[in-house]
């Protein structure tokens, strides 16, 4: 099992990784902006999801594959980088629609397809899996007891990190973001810059060495 102080220092250094400037706190950013703050804690929610697939795939020495095999790394950032250009194409088509007060507002997703969205941003970035593989393993011991449930703890701690760091960054631009929905030209630019984002988080991934 983890010590208390190992535990410790383990979540001040997520929380710190947490809160650099990131794939995933971008998507949180610009989702939440997007569609408020209930919808960006979705996103939120299946981001933390998807590192429960990252942490499994290290105890179970899944992720070494994507550490020695350059195929299957660039599948997966490309099936990655393939979903976020979607998600930019869906960006700049997006318009705002009348309400039938007279008001306008950009139409919502559903909580369940956000929640995806979280999971399949994450599942799909295989520089997490990469980085969990390097980093958990650390803070492990045999000494300890079992590595596996030494890895499935400190992947719970990260998430809790995580979740904490995300969920601030939801309010604050989910709070920005439902003022400016009130404005229809506001709501095309936001569109658009989400867009942007998400083309720029594409090539970014496409680009990404193991």
Not at 132 to 150: D, I, K, N
Not at 165 to 179: D, K, M, P, R, W
Not at 186 to 210: D, H, K, P, S
Request: proline residues 4%; hydrophobic residues 55%.
């Amino acid at each position: 099992m983890l010590t208390y102080q190992i535990a410790l220092s383990f979540f001040g250094i997520a929380v710190l990784l947490a809160l650099a400037p990131g794939p995933d706190n971008l998507f949180v950013l610009m989702q939440s902006a997007l569609w408020g703050k209930a919808a960006g804690m979705a996103v939120v929610l299946g981001l933390c999801t998807g590192l429960i697939g990252h942490t499994f795939a290290v105890a179970i020495g899944l992720a070494a594959i994507f550490a020695t095999s350059a195929t299957a790394f660039t599948i997966l950032k490309l099936i990655g980088a393939a979903y976020l250009i979607y998600l930019a194409w869906g960006a700049f088509r997006a318009s705002a629609t009348a309400t039938p007060d007279g008001n306008t507002k950009t139409p919502r997703l559903s909580y369940a397809a956000l929640y995806r969205r979280g999971i399949i941003m994450n599942l799909t970035n295989p520089k997490v899996s990469l980085f969990f593989l390097a980093f958990l393993p650390q803070f492990t011991s045999p000494e300890r007891g079992s590595v596996a449930l030494q890895i499935f703890s400190l992947g719970g701690l990260f998430m809790l990190a995580a979740f904490l760091v995300f969920t601030i960054i939801a309010i604050f631009s989910g709070t920005f973001g439902e003022l400016l929905q009130k404005s229809p030209r506001a709501q095309l630019w936001l569109n658009r810059i989400a867009g942007t984002v998400f083309v720029g988080l594409a090539l970014r991934l496409v680009f990404t060495e193991r």
